[in-house]
């Protein structure tokens, strides 16, 4: 009797070990990436209504230019250089603002015409700094601010204003 006791009680501590490792391994990191997921999802919508709202400055015939010379903002730099930092280089592009710079810790060479730095590496003297990742503006702010003398701007604050 004691022998099919123990043998049911080894059964069940292995059930819940297995159900235990299980949740550990399996469940988890779904959480974890669910997690992720989300993050990554508000990020984008963050984005989309971001270049929603840039669609309706243009569509009402203004250009982001506009913000920069109304606040003496002559040279800048770019922070950010994917997709809405290249449209920002474009859409400076023949106006009277020069962008002086890029700056992306995944800094390649060039955007058009513009030599890309990593923050490490960044020196330029400018105006302003546009940070073009919304999502991470104030983690950018405690980056930059010890290597600029100047505003750190968010181009979803630009993008407002022009509105």
Request: proline share 2%.
């Amino acid at each position: 009797m004691k022998k099919n006791l123990l043998g049911i009680l080894g059964i069940i501590v292995g059930l819940v070990g297995g159900v235990m490792i299980s949740i550990k391994v399996v469940v988890k990191p779904t959480i974890d990436e669910l997690k992720k997921a989300r993050e990554l999802a508000s990020k984008h919508m963050d984005l989309y209504m971001l270049m929603n709202d840039w669609v309706y400055v243009k569509q009402h015939g203004k250009n982001l230019a506009d913000f920069f010379e109304r606040n003496s903002y002559k040279k800048i730099a770019i922070y950010g250089m994917n997709y809405v930092g290249k449209t920002l280089v474009q859409e400076l592009e023949g106006t009277g603002i020069d962008v002086v710079a890029g700056i992306d810790k995944a800094a390649s060479d060039m955007v058009g015409n513009v030599k890309v730095y990593t923050p490490d590496n960044f020196s330029a003297e400018v105006d302003a700094v546009v940070v073009t990742p919304i999502t991470y503006f104030d983690d950018i702010v405690d980056l930059m601010e010890t290597k600029v003398n100047c505003p750190i701007l968010s181009i979803e604050d630009v993008i407002f204003e022009m509105k």
